[in-house]
């Protein structure tokens, strides 16, 4: 396939494959193993799907305690585990290797408790991030972190990979908003961490198992913070006829003391893609920034003029506030279209990176010099206002060696996301993606302590392999794991 | 996503067109999250990406689908949820279809299965036979408990109470406008519909008439073939389809024609898709020109405009949307709208892009995962305490109306009311058609 090696799968796992899967279908439901090659296909690949890799079987269980069964199994018979949520992933976090057995919390969909006094919801981790905050739509309350793949992804794909959105300028991250969780350990205990109440002493185990990628336990409950549903919010659209002035006015509205709630990117391929797709009426320019406000109407109404001001001294070609819900609409629609319209132009790579905010026009610039070196066109699509950086570079999949060429601009990009002060992913995680461009980003004493932290809470190493760490780095801990009893 | 089909491959026409939406899947994933069958089962081999995947397996590698396969494309509804879902413009309809047909092709299914599709391929598209089928089932309903198989019994209880006469109405013949002609369409007067219930046709001519039109009832014109088309039999689908073609293309080109008028959703998809379906066929010219003209009755309705509404009780509507109306076809405010503008209030039930579980002959097929989408379905419904369902296909109003006592009526026969036709019948024979004092609920 391509560029990101996968460790040779174990033998001896391979060799026991029948046993294993006996070993799980007596241990759990019928209906729950799923093992022929024809179906465990489907499973091969998350959104990444430049890797692929059916697993050994796959498990569905319906609870917790289904979940802590199979990982019980899979560790008395020390068969690697690989945690998935909704597969949409685009850092390969969810990819199997072929020794492993997938365990897919999708089926744990309950709402367990909504408190509105106390702020907070306690849900099984394989509801959809969209659909808590549908439950909590009539009570005038929302889950905040919204990632664009809201619809369809996870609790716990955000909480493995600390999910982020346009409104998370405003409001954080998934860690911001994570309370609690219920999470199975290697072993198949079953452990509880935090919880609604505010206060924390000892160890933010919380902080640590956010964010963790599936490498220190399954979580199947989440207790999560729910914020009321401001009085109103509005966008403005403002176009520019250069990315670098675009830039420059993100950083003069942060820089200003405003704090909206979203502050997105689109450059003008997205656009024109954009436009032919959804016909959202925006402006044939070189970047268009979109801006939303909230509060009281007159919050708005001066949070708007504060925007403008600062956007009008850099003349942009079009300053476009809503006045109305319509208008609203309108203005979010292309951003909201802008993954489907790139994925009519062909196959991309969609990246994910930080920069410092004062640091954007400087990447825009590279990004564009870096693209006509390598001859493949890349569409910026982004939340600009936390410098959360999307690249999204296309090209043919079914061409030879284009896919290699992508990755390797990717990786550059990345390079000089961490060159400028910033950080290899701000949202997606780093799953296979970015796993051999950590030594880039942290040293061997980083690196070495993280994986200290994973050996206390998995000491076989046999949770989501091979992510995260680069192979030849962790290849000490994951021989030492195999030899341990 | 990457494709791997050799030349040879792609030389077969339907292939190509497969291989070209496979290319634009992207496997995000997002279509999982609206999927019926996805929903009920949470295994994403039974979603759209799984089933997009298990199709791409089998065509690629020129497969003999196994019975694992098999069962995940038969459990797919049709609903085309996923299609309105996707981002990336997939067309999933075109791919299943492919599917079926490659499967009816290959795939040997067990006796009992294959006679029980020859059997529904040979009833429900003939109004007559079906009609006999009816009788004999409500006869044989009592003994339905004997029956092993969970989908001979599901056919039983399928079977109403009332098992109307034949239409004089749907026998080839020519209505005339109630005033100035505006327009000249044609009625596509089903098959199964008309042996179930006669009333939708008579009020779909009605409310024509009334508005200005002459409607036409075709000589020759019969099932569209849907409903052998989504069992992957080509020959019989593509045969009644062209029937149709040839039907109504002989009143185009004879006193011309301005829309082909369909009351059944589900007709409707199939008959907008002719031109894909026959493009192979010798009449493919002419079925692309019956596709251009097909239009729902709601449709052709916004486009004449109500005239003279509040005839009829200003009762609470809950409006089922079926999948085929606001997937297949992407028609989902003008029903409303419409009801609205006949002076009825309207409601949604929550989830409202989420199939009932009717799916042509899915809840023969399927009865489990069928009942448990209709149980949901109506949960939702109920919980918006309507007065009367409406809905715009026969499948949905048969399935939603075996679980409830709230009258079930199609949306042409509130809109015909309401424009001075009769009351309809399921809202006369109603005891009372009071406000459902139902308490709050939580699905
Ligand atoms: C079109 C598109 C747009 C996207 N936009 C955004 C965006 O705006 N912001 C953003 O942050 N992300 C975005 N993503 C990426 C992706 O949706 C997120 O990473 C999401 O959180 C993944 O959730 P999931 O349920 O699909 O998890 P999966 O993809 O199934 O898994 C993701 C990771 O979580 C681990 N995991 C899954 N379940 C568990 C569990 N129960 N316990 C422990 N670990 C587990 C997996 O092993 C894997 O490493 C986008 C993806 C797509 C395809
Ligand atoms: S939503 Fe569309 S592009 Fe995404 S996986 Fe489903 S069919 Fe493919
Ligand atoms: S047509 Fe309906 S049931 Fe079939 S895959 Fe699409 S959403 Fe699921």
């Known amino acids: 396939m391509s560029t990101i090696a996968m460790p040779e799968p174990d033998a001896g796992v391979l060799a026991r494959a029948p046993q294993i899967i006996a070993a799980l279908e007596a241990a759990l439901p019928a209906g729950t193993v799923i093992s022929s090659p024809e179906e465990t296909r489907a499973y091969e690949c998350d959104a990444l799907t430049a890797y692929r890799c059916p697993p050994l079987a796959v498990v569905l269980p319906r609870t917790t305690e289904e979940v802590a069964t199979a990982m019980r199994v899979c560790h008395e018979l020390r068969v690697p585990v690989v ?11 969810a990819l199997p290797t072929a020794d492993s057995v997938v365990i897919g919390t999708m089926r ?176 044939n320019c070189a970047a268009v920034l979109i ?31 809503s006045r109305t819900a319509e208008e609203s609409l309108a203005i979010w629609k292309g951003r909201k279209s802008a993954f489907g319209a790139m994925g009519r132009l062909g196959d991309y790579l969609c990246l994910d990176g930080t920069v410092p905010v004062s640091k954007l026009p400087h990447t825009l610039k590279r990004i564009g010099e870096l693209s006509k070196a390598y001859g493949l066109e890349v569409a910026n699509v982004f939340h600009a206002g936390d410098g959360n950086m999307h690249p999204l570079i296309l090209f043919d999949a079914n061409a030879p060696g284009e896919l290699e060429r992508a990755e390797e601009f990717g990786a550059d990009i990345l390079r000089l996301c961490v060159d400028v002060g910033g950080c290899l992913t701000g949202e997606h995680g780093v799953g296979i993606e970015k796993r051999d461009l950590m030594t880039k980003q942290y040293t061997a004493d980083d690196l070495a ?21 680069p192979l030849e780095v962790s290849q000490p801990h994951r021989h030492a794991a195999a030899r341990c009893p | 996503m990457q494709t791997n089909f050799t030349d040879t491959q792609l030389a077969d026409p339907a292939t190509r067109r497969s291989n070209e939406i ?105 109004p007559g036979r079906f009609r006999l089928a009816l009788i004999g089932a409500r006869l044989a309903r009592p003994f339905r408990k004997l029956l092993p198989d969970a989908r001979l019994r599901a056919m039983l209880e399928m079977a109403p109470d009332f098992i109307p006469p034949a239409s004089e109405n749907d026998r080839p013949q020519s209505f005339s406008a109630i005033g100035a002609r505006r327009k000249r369409v044609a009625l596509l007067i089903g098959c199964a519909q008309r042996a179930l219930n006669t009333d939708i046709n008579d009020a779909t001519i009605r409310l024509l008439r009334r508005h200005g039109c002459e409607v036409v009832i075709p000589k020759g014109i019969g099932c569209c073939g849907a409903l052998t088309h989504h069992m992957g039999k080509v020959e019989e689908s593509h045969a009644m389809a062209a029937a149709n073609v040839r039907a109504i293309v002989h009143e185009l080109d004879g006193e011309g024609l301005d829309a082909v008028v369909i009351n059944t959703s589900g007709c409707g998809t199939t008959v907008k898709d002719y031109a894909h379906l026959l493009r192979d066929h010798p009449i493919a010219d002419d079925a692309a020109r019956v596709a251009a003209l097909a239009k729902d009755v709601t449709e052709i309705m916004a486009d004449l405009g109500l005239n003279d509404p509040f005839h009829a009780e200003p009762l609470r509507v809950a409006y089922h949307a079926a999948c085929s109306l606001q997937h297949g076809q992407q028609i989902r405010s003008a029903p409303k709208d419409l009801l609205r503008a006949a002076g009825f209030e309207v409601v949604e039930p929550r989830d409202s892009h989420i199939c009932c579980g009717s799916a042509g002959t899915y809840n023969l097929m399927q009865p489990a995962i069928s009942s448990e989408l209709k149980d949901r379905k109506l949960a939702t419904i109920e919980a918006t305490r309507p007065q009367v369902i409406s809905a715009g296909n026969i499948g949905c109003m048969m399935q939603i109306s075996s679980a409830t006592e709230i009258p079930l009526v199609h949306t042409v026969e509130l809109l015909d009311w309401a424009t001075g036709g009769p009351k309809p019948r399921s809202i006369a024979n109603a005891v009372t058609v009071k406000m459902r004092e139902l308490p709050a609920c939580r699905c």
């Open chain 1, 108 to 283: 744990l969909r309950e709402i367990l408790e909504v408190d509105t006094a106390n702020r907070f919801i306690r849900v099984q981790t394989g509801v959809t991030n969209l659909a808590v905050s549908a439950e909590l739509e009539v009570q005038g309350f929302f889950y905040a972190p919204d990632p664009s793949s809201q619809l369809a992804c996870t609790i716990a794909g955000n909480i493995a990979m600390n999910s982020g959105g346009a409104h998370c300028l405003k409001y954080g991250v998934t860690t911001n908003n994570l309370m609690g969780v219920r999470i199975v350990m290697a072993t198949g205990d079953i452990v509880e961490l935090g919880g609604p109440l505010p206060g924390v002493s000892g160890l933010d185990l919380v902080g640590l198992i956010c964010g963790s990628e599936g490498q220190l336990a399954i979580v199947t409950e989440a207790t999560l913070r729910i914020v009321p549903k401001p009085e109103g919010a509005r966008p403005v659209l403002i176009g520019f006829d250069s990315a670098e002035t675009a830039g420059e006015c993100v950083g003069r509205i942060i820089r200003s003391g405003l704090l909206p709630v979203a502050i997105e990117y689109m450059d003008d391929v997205c656009l024109r893609a954009v436009e032919a797709f959804v016909k959202a009426g925006y402006p």
């Open chain 1, 449 to 469: 302590i993280q994986m200290e932290i994973k050996s206390v809470f998995d000491p076989a190493w046999l949770l989501n392999p091979a992510k995260v760490f």
């Open chain 2, 22 to 126: 496979l290319r634009s899947c992207v496997h995000c994933g997002f279509c999982t999250a609206t999927c019926p069958t996805y929903k009920v089962l949470g295994d994403e081999l039974d979603s759209p990406r799984g089933r997009i995947y298990l199709i791409k397996d089998m065509l690629e590698n020129n497969k003999v689908p196994d019975e694992r396969t098999v069962t995940h494309i038969d459990r797919c509804l049709s609903c085309l949820s996923c299609m309105t879902t996707c981002p990336s413009g997939v067309h999933y309809m075109h791919l299943i279809d492919h599917a079926r047909e490659y499967i009816e092709k290959t795939y040997k299914r067990r006796w009992d299965e294959r006679a029980l599709r020859w059997l529904l391929a040979k009833i429900l598209p003939y």
């Open chain 1, 83 to 93: 945690p998935r949520g909704a597969g949409t992933s685009l850092a390969g976090g």
């Open chain 1, 291 to 321: 801006v939303e406000v909230e509060g009281s109407e007159a919050e708005i109404d001066h949070q708007i003029e504060r925007i403008r001001l600062i956007a009008e001294e850099l003349n942009p070609v079009e300053f476009r506030a």
